[in-house]
C-alpha cells in the first residue's frame, strides 16, 4: 500500500473514531467487559536516537508513525484509539508491546535483521551489534500471567529478551539450518547515507508525501 493511500485511510478511520466509540461502549456494556489487554508493538514509540537515551515504559509514541511504513502507523493508531477508549470506556487498559518477534523453536531472522534474496541473505548492520527480540514463547507466559493477576501487571510493558543477542547470533542460528545461504553484510553506515536519498526519491519520483525511513527500519534500539 502506498503512503498516500495510508495516509487517506487513516484520515477516514480517524473520521470513524466517534462512531466506533459508541460501537465499542455498546458492546463492552453488554459483555462486561472487565479489563483489556491491547498487544502493540515497540516500534510505535519514538527512537534511542530522538530521546538521546535508552527506552523504557515512559517513552512517548512517535506522533510521525508513517515515515516508518503502514503495519507501524497501523500498531501506533490502535494502540492511541485503544487508550482512547479505555477512558472513554472507563475500562482498564493494559498495554504490551512486544519487540520484533522470533519463534526459537522454528526459527526464521527477524525482519530488522534484513532480507532473503534467492540464495542470499542481505545482513544489516554491525555484526556484533545488538538487536532487541522477543521469543513467542516469553511473549505467550507474559500475557498468561496479566490473564492470570490482571490488577498486579504493569499498565505497559515493553517486552525484550535479555540480555539482547547479537546480529551475528540472531544470523548463525538461521546458517545452523540454512547452510546453503550466503550473507552479505551491509554496513549500517551506508545504510543511513542511503537513506536520505532514498527518501528524496520517494518523494519526488514516487510522489510519496510520507516517505519511508529505510535505516529506521533496520535499525537497533537500546532499552532499559
Given at each position: ?148 493477576d490482571f490488577a498486579a501487571a504493569p499498565p505497559i510493558l515493553n517486552m525484550v529478551e535479555a540480555p539482547p543477542p547479537s546480529r551475528l547470533e540472531l544470523m548463525n542460528r538461521y546458517r545452523n539450518d540454512r547452510p546453503d545461504l550466503s550473507v552479505f553484510w551491509f554496513p549500517a553506515w551506508l545504510l543511513r547515507a542511503l ?30
Amino acid at each position: 500500500m502506498e503512503s498516500g493511500q495510508v495516509k487517506r485511510l487513516g484520515q477516514t478511520l480517524r473520521a470513524r473514531r466517534e462512531k466506533l466509540g459508541l460501537s465499542q461502549r455498546q458492546l463492552a456494556a453488554q459483555a462486561g467487559v472487565k479489563g483489556v489487554i491491547h498487544v502493540s508493538s515497540l516500534a510505535v514509540i519514538k527512537t534511542s536516537r530522538e530521546m538521546g537515551r535508552a527506552l523504557d515504559e515512559t517513552t512517548p509514541l512517535d506522533d510521525n508513525s508513517l515515515k516508518r511504513g503502514p503495519y507501524v502507523w497501523g500498531k501506533a493508531e490502535s494502540e492511541a484509539l485503544a487508550q482512547q477508549l479505555g477512558r472513554e470506556l472507563n475500562v482498564p487498559l493494559k498495554i504490551v508491546r512486544p519487540g520484533p518477534l522470533v519463534d526459537y523453536t522454528a526459527y526464521h531472522p527477524p525482519g530488522r535483521l534484513g532480507r532473503e534474496i534467492g540464495p542470499w541473505f542481505i545482513a544489516m548492520g554491525p555484526k556484533r551489534g545488538a538487536l532487541s527480540v522477543c521469543d513467542v514463547t516469553t511473549a505467550a507466559r507474559v500475557i498468561r500471567s496479566y490473564l492470570q493477576d490482571f490488577a498486579a501487571a504493569p499498565p505497559i510493558l515493553n517486552m525484550v529478551e535479555a540480555p539482547p543477542p547479537s546480529r551475528l547470533e540472531l544470523m548463525n542460528r538461521y546458517r545452523n539450518d540454512r547452510p546453503d545461504l550466503s550473507v552479505f553484510w551491509f554496513p549500517a553506515w551506508l545504510l543511513r547515507a542511503l537513506s536520505g536519498p532514498a527518501k528524496l526519491i520517494q518523494k519526488y519520483a514516487l510522489g510519496s508525501k510520507a516517505p519511508i525511513d529505510v535505516a529506521a527500519a533496520f535499525a537497533s534500539e537500546k532499552y532499559r
